[in-house]
């Protein structure tokens, strides 16, 4: 990432997020959280989800060497569409 980058994670999770601290402080990274809804507008969200069959677009690759570098590969050369999932 270029140095004054922003990092705006597109998920949530109940575990605590660990980053590489010391690379953020060198290169002037931000990492920005926000709450863009409501509970109730996420649960309406995923009603409606469920009820037309709304399902997400997934890249999957193998849980193997071969597999993660392939991932990797196509992330770094900026081909990665879609969500790229490692699949045991």
């Not at 997020?17 to 402080?25: A, S, W």
């Not at 009603?47 to 997934?58: M, N, T, Y």
Request: aromatic share 10%; net charge negative; with cysteine.
């Amino acid at each position: 990432m270029k140095p004054f980058g922003k990092i705006y994670p597109l998920t949530v999770s109940t575990e605590d997020l660990v980053i590489p601290f010391n690379i953020f402080l060198l290169k002037e990274l931000s990492f920005v959280g926000s709450c863009t809804s409501t509970p109730d507008s996420v649960d309406k969200m995923l009603d409606f989800a469920a009820e037309h069959g709304v399902k997400p677009i997934l890249e999957e690759y193998p849980m193997s060497t071969e597999g993660i570098n392939t991932a990797l590969k196509k992330l770094q050369e900026g081909g990665m569409r879609y969500r790229g999932v490692l699949k045991a």
